[in-house]
């Protein structure tokens, strides 16, 4: 990294922090998923396939919505990787990725709600 001065001084050694700061696309890559998080629908539609495995005529009744509306929600989720889909003769099943950065925002959810997880998955 670039060695540079900083205009204010405040007695604080920024090259450790700096040496280790992901690049900006890093960065970037996670705001994108924070910004499929900022509707409150995905939140809702993720945390229940945190849960469950579940079809889209299932989540849209769930949900009191379109299929094409959830199937539109379920396609940005899984664009950004935070859930799977498998399909079962004619029916696509949705569940959460099992990937530590889709554990690690269902915990999240769960902890900035106050909510408990629920024990059954399937």
């Known amino acids: 990294m670039e060695r540079f001065t900083l205009p204010h001084q405040h007695g604080q050694s920024m090259s450790q922090i700096l040496a280790h700061m992901p690049d900006t696309e890093s960065f970037q890559l996670t705001a994108d998923i924070f910004k499929q998080l900022s509707d409150p629908t995905r939140i809702r539609i993720f945390w229940i396939l945190c849960h469950y495995e579940e079809c889209v ?14 199937a539109h929600h379920l396609r940005l989720l899984r664009t950004s990787g935070l859930i799977e889909s498998r399909r079962d003769g004619k029916e696509t099943y949705y569940r959460a990725s099992t990937s530590q950065k889709a554990q690690t925002l269902h915990h999240m959810i769960e902890g900035i709600m106050e909510i408990s997880c629920i024990p059954t998955r399937i």
């Open 57 to 70: 005529i299932n989540i849209a009744a769930i949900m009191d919505m379109s299929s094409p509306a959830v």
